[in-house]
């Protein structure tokens, strides 16, 4: 019963953890999507494309900081779903404490990756975007 109780947990967490992503994902790409359209406008709406890039940093931070919360709780459900395989006598069945135990992991550009380790490097490849996007009009004045 156990491990049924921690295996809703894990399952429950891993989906909101999806899910939560690819909220994200969507909002950013609305506002990467109006910060074209402002650069496209130009005029005076190029100015507001300083404010949705410095959005786009505010938004990243955000969801970085819940993802952070969610993996920690994905964690107390993998802790626990490993203590409830001690009790399995096939190495097989212990996936869990298999992939816990897994050296490769993040080793490398070419190892596996965990989901962390994933979005945490998209987490920082739109903050530099936010960023670049944010300082595009001074760029757009300084070379006019």
């Known amino acids: 019963m156990m491990q049924e109780h921690a295996w809703k947990y894990f399952e429950l967490h891993s989906q909101q953890r999806m899910t939560v992503f690819n909220f994200y994902i969507t909002i950013i790409s609305l506002l990467i999507a109006g910060s074209g359209i402002c650069l496209q ?9 300083s404010a949705l890039g410095m959005f786009i940093i505010f938004i990243t931070f955000i969801f970085h900081k819940l993802d952070l919360r969610v993996s920690f709780l994905i964690k107390n459900a993998e802790k626990a779903l490993r203590k409830a395989e001690d ?3 096939n190495e097989e069945m212990k996936i ?3 992939d816990h135990n897994n050296e490769n992991l993040n080793k490398s550009m070419y190892s596996l990756w965990s989901y962390g380790r994933c979005f945490r490097l998209s987490f920082a490849i739109i903050s530099y975007l936010g960023f670049m996007i944010s300082i595009t009009p001074m760029v757009i004045n300084f070379i006019s």
């Open 41 to 49: 406008q130009g005029g005076n709406l190029i100015y507001l494309t």
């Open 87 to 89: 009790n399995y006598d």
């Open 96 to 98: 869990f404490t298999s």
